[in-house]
C-alpha cells in the first residue's frame, strides 16, 4: 500500500507517513459504528450529555497536544490554535446539553378519536468528511451535534491534516466507548469508499465540486452540504474608524482560509480611493510569519498563485510578510472587473479585492453577483441602513460592523452553492435526526 507522506506547511519537511485508508479499513470502522450504534442511541440524553462532558474535559486537558497537532498539520499560530480548541471542548458541551433540552416529543389529538406523537430519531452511523483549514474544529461543528442526536461518527480528516482526528478517536474512545467516534485517515479514494459504505448519512465540509461529487456518490443517502463561500463586505461612507483593522484582522485570520472569511469588499463612491488606501495601510500590519500562517498544501498554493496571476487588477497592494514555501503575504487587489478571477472565485487566502459601488442598489447587486452565499458583511454607523441591507444579501450569515463573530449558539448556513444544511446552534441537531410518527386509536 501506498504511504501518505505528510508536510509541515511551515517548513515542508516530512512529518509523519499514514497508510490511507482502503476497502478494509473502511469496512471494519463501518462495522464499529454499527456495532456501537445501538448502545449509543439507547443512552438517554442526560448519560449522553455526562458523556460528551467528559469526552470536553479530556479536550481540556490535553489542550496542549491538540494545539502541536493542529500546528502541525495546518501551520497556523499557536494562539490561532488554542483558542479552537476551547470552541470544540465547549461545542460538545453545549450539545450535550441541547439534547437534553429539546427531548419531549410533539404531541396532539390530530384525528378524531386518535393520539398522535412524533419522535426525533438518531440517523444511524454519520459520515464526517472535513477540510484542512480547520481540522478539529470542523470536526466539532460536525460531530458534536451527530453525537448528542445519538448517531455514531466516522470521521474522515482531510489528507493532510489527520493529526487532530486521531488524537480526538483515542480521547473518544476513552469517554464515549468503542465505535462511537472513530477516525479514518486517508485520501480522496478514502472519502469516496467511506460514502459508498452505507453509511445512514453524509457530513461534508469541502469545495463545491468535492460536494457536488459526494451528492452524486451518495444517491438517495441524506447528505448535510458546506461547500464555502466568496464573503462580500459592503462598506458604507460613514463605516466605523476601525473597519478596516477589524477587517484586515478577519481575512488573515488563519492565512484567510476560512469560508466564511471576508473576500469582496464593496465601497460606496466617492469613498473608494480613501478606502483603498486606508485597507492597505490595514494589511500591511498584518505580517505573513508572525501574524498568521502558511496556506496548508502545494495544491492550495498553486490554486492561489493561478487566481493572483489571472486577475486584471490595475493596483496590487502587497504587504511585507515571507513569501518563501506555501507563505504567502497580505494582497489588496482593486480596480478590477466584476468578472475577475479573484472576484468569482473563492481565492480562500490572505488576500481581498475592492470593488465600486454608485449606489446601495448597485452594491447589493455586486454582492450578489456569484454563486456563492454563506456568509457577508455591512459596515456602517447608521444602524437602521445597516439592517436593511442585511434583509438584501442572501447569505446564511451576515454580520453588522463585525466579521468571522460566531458563537455555539447561532446557526451557519450556506445558500446557493455554498451548500444546503445547518451548522452550530440547537438546529444543527435536526441535521442527524429523523422524525417518526406514532399514532393510536383510542378506546
Known amino acids: 500500500m501506498d504511504l501518505m507522506d505528510l508536510i509541515d506547511p511551515r517548513t515542508g519537511a516530512v512529518r509523519r507517513t499514514l497508510a490511507p485508508g482502503r476497502a478494509a479499513e473502511v469496512s471494519a470502522v463501518v462495522a464499529a459504528a454499527r456495532a456501537a450504534r445501538p448502545g449509543w442511541a439507547a443512552l438517554t440524553p442526560r448519560e449522553r450529555h455526562r458523556r460528551l462532558s467528559a469526552f470536553a474535559d479530556l479536550i481540556e486537558q490535553h489542550a496542549s497536544a491538540y494545539v502541536e497537532a493542529e500546528c502541525a498539520g495546518t501551520g497556523k499560530p499557536a494562539a490561532e490554535a488554542a483558542g479552537e480548541i476551547a470552541e470544540v471542548a465547549d461545542l460538545f458541551r453545549f450539545y450535550g446539553g441541547a439534547v437534553r433540552a429539546g427531548t419531549a416529543p410533539a404531541a396532539g389529538d390530530y384525528l378524531a378519536g386518535h393520539q398522535s406523537w412524533v419522535r426525533w430519531e438518531p440517523v444511524g452511523v454519520v459520515a464526517a468528511v472535513v477540510p484542512w483549514n480547520y481540522p478539529l474544529l470542523m470536526a466539532g461543528w460536525r460531530c458534536a451535534p451527530a453525537l448528542a442526536a445519538g448517531n455514531t461518527v466516522i470521521l474522515k480528516p482531510a489528507e493532510t491534516t489527520p493529526d487532530s482526528a486521531l488524537l480526538l478517536a483515542a480521547h473518544a474512545e476513552q469517554a464515549l466507548g468503542p465505535g462511537v467516534l472513530t477516525a479514518l485517515p486517508g485520501d480522496r479514494e478514502t472519502g469516496r469508499l467511506l460514502v459508498g459504505a452505507g453509511c445512514d448519512l453524509i457530513a461534508f465540509t469541502g469545495s463545491p465540486g468535492a460536494g ?72 500591511a500590519e498584518r505580517r505573513a510569519g508572525s501574524d498568521f500562517g502558511p496556506l496548508n498544501n502545494p495544491d492550495q498554493a498553486g490554486r492561489y498563485d493561478r487566481i493572483l496571476a489571472a486577475s486584471s487588477a490595475k493596483n496590487v497592494l502587497v504587504a511585507p510578510g515571507r513569501t518563501d514555501g506555501l507563505w504567502r503575504p497580505a494582497t489588496v487587489l482593486a480596480d478590477l472587473p466584476a468578472d475577475d478571477p479573484a472576484v468569482v472565485e473563492e481565492v480562500f487566502g490572505p488576500l481581498l479585492t475592492v470593488q465600486r459601488a454608485g449606489s446601495l442598489d448597485e452594491a447589493v447587486a455586486l454582492a450578489e453577483s456569484v454563486p456563492q452565499a454563506l456568509a457577508a458583511s455591512v459596515w456602517t454607523t447608521d444602524l437602521s441602513t445597516g439592517l436593511a441591507l442585511t434583509d438584501r444579501i442572501s447569505a446564511g450569515e451576515v454580520w453588522l460592523n463585525c466579521h468571522l463573530a460566531q458563537s455555539a449558539e447561532l446557526p451557519h448556513s450556506g445558500r446557493r452553492s455554498s451548500g444546503a444544511g445547518t451548522d452550530l446552534s440547537a438546529l444543527a441537531l435536526r441535521e442527524y435526526q429523523r422524525p417518526k410518527t406514532v399514532t393510536a386509536r383510542l378506546g
Open 212 to 283: 457536488a461529487d459526494i451528492a452524486a456518490r451518495a444517491g438517495l443517502t441524506p447528505v448535510s452540504l458546506e461547500l464555502g463561500g466568496n464573503s462580500p463586505v459592503l462598506v458604507l461612507p460613514d463605516a466605523p474608524a476601525d473597519t478596516w483593522q477589524q477587517l484586515a484582522a478577519a481575512c488573515t485570520y488563519n492565512a484567510g482560509q476560512s469560508c466564511a472569511a471576508p473576500a469582496r469588499i464593496i465601497v460606496l463612491d466617492p469613498a473608494y480611493d480613501d478606502a483603498v488606501s486606508a485597507l492597505a495601510a490595514a494589511m
